[in-house]
């Protein structure tokens, strides 16, 4: 009789898999552990690092950060113009690394459509906002000029510049111009809509105008936005803000509506898959955290501690000791200090 096979090291891992669910399978914009690397002149910047973003079909999210921490190459990764070095970047179920030259096309005209901070970016300055809406749409072909027509009308109606339909750009005051490039790019009506500083260059009135017309077709055509922005009133009036730092998802910033109507803004760490978090810089320079910290697992958290001279836990942190038996490892198991 033959002896029963030993399982591989590739089946326990297939199974590993199948009983887990893979992280992010039903977003609808999903980056896994995603890293762009560029390289010039024998130098290597890191500006994505692994990051994780789930964004589900319909969200409308802002995405924040500090000036280099890499929204920009991220919206170049999502909109189909830069490819990223390793990771996964799924859109609408389009897999953004594995695309041929013609899938990039068909998904940068069809899939997903772009605002940019510089109206002139947006728009042809010699045709007129409803020529310009219309453009996107003679450029993937399919429908009559009437329709096209018909389309263009209804969005620059949606977006509340029907009554600039014939002027050129020029012609236009900047929120006008930015409202109408909002028409252009959901003129092949995409599933999802990418904006970077849109609100960049207009002052605090009009930029509301713009972030008001954005979220009307979040709500009233479902489609997916993402807008990174400096605007800390833009930030503040979405459901959901991500903070990147360093290439990577950081925090998120989840608003409700609380019991008396107040909304309710609250701050969370990203943990990653991995396990990892980053702790926010003003805490780790506040307690003096450098390179290693202290971890006990209690009963319904986890203690951070920063390392004190003699290497004992707790030495400049006021709170309880940590848990835990062994003093020199302290990170206590479940079954010690936990629950389980
Ligand atoms: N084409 C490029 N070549 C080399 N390095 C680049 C390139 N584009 C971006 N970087 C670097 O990658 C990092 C992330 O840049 P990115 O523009 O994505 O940041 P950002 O958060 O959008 O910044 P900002 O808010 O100033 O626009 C930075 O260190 C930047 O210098």
Known sequence: MSRPREPALADLEAEAARRR???GRDAHVLCDNLVRIYKTEGVEVVALQGLDLVIDAGELVAI???????KSTLLNVLSGLDVPTAGVARVAGVDLLSMTARDRLRYRREVVGFVWQQTTRNLLPYLTAAEN????MRLAGGRRRRDRAARAGELLELLGVADRARLRPGEMSGGEQQRTAIAVALANAPKVILADEPTGELDGETSEEVFAALRRVNRELGVTAVIVTHDPAVAGQVDRTVGIRDG??????????????RIVAEEYAVLDRAGRLQLP????AALRMERRVRLALERDHIGVWPQDAEGEPGGAADGPEPGGEERGGAVSGPGRTGDG
């Open 133 to 136: 809406v219309e453009l996107p």
């Open 21 to 23: 669910p893979a992280f």
């Open 64 to 70: 924040v950060g500090a000036s280099g921490s890499g």
């Open 248 to 261: 990577r998802t950081s925090s998120e910033t989840l608003r409700r509506a609380s019991s008396d109507g």
């Open 281 to 284: 810089r003003d805490f780790t």
